[in-house]
């Protein structure tokens, strides 16, 4: 299955336990590997809920002649995110800790390939669709037991096989919603972290979909002749925070009309590149802020035919500072991401 399970040895890796204090990380639910599919299925029926799952590559944003950095992502998550304080403000209990994709030997292959070869760049872009069957496999049996992924780490590429896999698991096409100044709606030229959502509406998994804080100038024409022809819309950044043609909530507003139109089950993307000075796959420092970004995930959350979430491109070593700055603002940022989906869909 190429899946690197988490049990006690892993969990401990990350957590740092104090007297009188319980950290989330000590009431989060671990699988029985022996048997996962049924283990999901007990621990869905037991009140679990949400499924914790990593992808650490960077494979994709190079294959999109990128750069590196969103393997280290969920490594950063995981420090902070298990030793956030468990109380009455957080279900931790309904939270399975299933572990990460292994991509340790994807991630090797490609050390040695130079993009600007082009045999080595379609080796990478190879990479990447191999890796693709190994996410959608994992996204499908954690969508069949009725439990709702939450993904973090690697690149936009992502989105392909969790999309893939839930369509399958829930055997409809989805609608998603990407904050993201990239679309990622680039041609069909070999699997990276640029065409997502283009494959995922060639191949028929993906119906509806929003880009929402798309910037005007970082998406070619092709990709927005793309867009155009699927009938998919769109609101800029520059429309709501250049022209405040939109507030960001009217945004999400008509973001939410569209997407309860299509009656599909709804997953959430967010680039971690859509948050100013944030350590990513690509930098901005005219983007939203991170309350901002919980603000979305909250009110996207909030629909009843939510059914995952995904947060890519978290780069900690893209960071001016350094790579333990880096790990520290990415980790913060993608827990307080992951907790507000949490506590907004545990209250439903």
Known sequence: MHLIAADSHYLATYLKPRLGETKIGQRLRLPD?????????????NGAKFVLLGIPEDIGPRANLGRGGADLGWDAFLNNFVNLQHNQFIASEQLILLGHVQCDDFQRK?????????????CLRELVEQLDRRVSHIIELIGASGLIP???????????????????????PLAAINLDPHSDFRALEGRHSGNGFRYAADQGVLSHYFCLGMHQLKNSAQSLQGLQGYGFPTITVQQIIHTREFSLCQAIDKAIDYLNASQRPLGIELDLDSISYMPASAYTNAGFSISDAQYYVHRIAELERCCYLHLAEGAPNQHPAGITAGSSDIGNALANLVCCFIQTRAEL
């Not at 590997?33 to 029926?45: A, H, I, N, Q």
């Not at 992502?158 to 839930?166: A, Y």
């Open 150 to 172: 939450i993904v973090i780490g690697g690149g936009h590429n992502n989105s392909l096989p969790i999309l893939q896999g839930m369509a399958k698991a829930l055997e409809q």
């Open 33 to 45: 590997t022996t048997d996962l599919s049924g283990s999901l299925g007990e621990l869905k029926r």
């Open 110 to 122: 490609s050390d040695s390939l130079n993009v600007s070869n082009c045999a080595d760049l379609a």
